[in-house]
Nanobody, 121 residues
Framework: QVQLGESGGGLVQAGGSLRLSCAAS?????MGWFRRAPGEARELVAV????????YYGDSVKGRFTISRDNAKNTVYLQMDTLKPEDSAVYYC?????????????????WGQGTQVTVSS
C-alpha cells in the first residue's frame, strides 16, 4: 500500500488551465485520476500504465487533459486545459500496485484524499 498526496486544485475560469500533481510514497504500477461531482458517480478521468506510458482518457476529457508521470519521483500529473464548468469536481489520484490490469478501475486500490477543482462560467 502506498500513500498518495495530491496538490494543484483550485478555482479557475472556464477556458483556463490547472495542473494537478500526485506524489506516491513508494513504487506503483499504473496510476490515474478519477473525479466525483456532487450527486454523481465516480468517473475515470485518465490513467497511465507503468510500462511504456500508455494512456487512456475518459470521453469527456479527451483532447483537453493530458496525464503524465515521472517514475523517478513516483509522481503523476494531470494537465487540464480548456476547462469547462462541468469539469468541477473533487479529483482523486489513485494507484495500482498489484497487477497489470491498468484499464480496470477495480485495480486501483490506493487513493488520495482528493483535491477540489472548481471551474466558473
Amino acid at each position: 500500500q502506498v500513500q498518495l498526496g495530491e496538490s494543484g486544485g483550485g478555482l479557475v475560469q472556464a477556458g483556463g488551465s490547472l495542473r494537478l500533481s500526485c506524489a506516491a510514497s513508494g513504487r506503483t504500477l499504473s496510476m490515474g485520476w478519477f473525479r466525483r461531482a456532487p450527486g454523481e458517480a465516480r468517473e475515470l478521468v485518465a490513467v497511465i500504465s507503468s510500462v511504456g506510458g500508455a494512456t487512456y482518457y475518459g470521453d469527456s476529457v479527451k483532447g483537453r487533459f493530458t496525464i503524465s508521470r515521472d517514475n523517478a519521483k513516483n509522481t503523476v500529473y494531470l494537465q487540464m486545459d480548456t476547462l469547462k464548468p462541468e469539469d468541477s469536481a473533487v479529483y482523486y489520484c489513485a494507484a495500482n500496485s498489484r497487477n497489470q490490469f491498468w484499464l480496470i478501475e477495480d485495480s486501483y486500490t490506493d487513493w488520495g484524499q482528493g483535491t477540489q477543482v472548481t471551474v466558473s462560467s
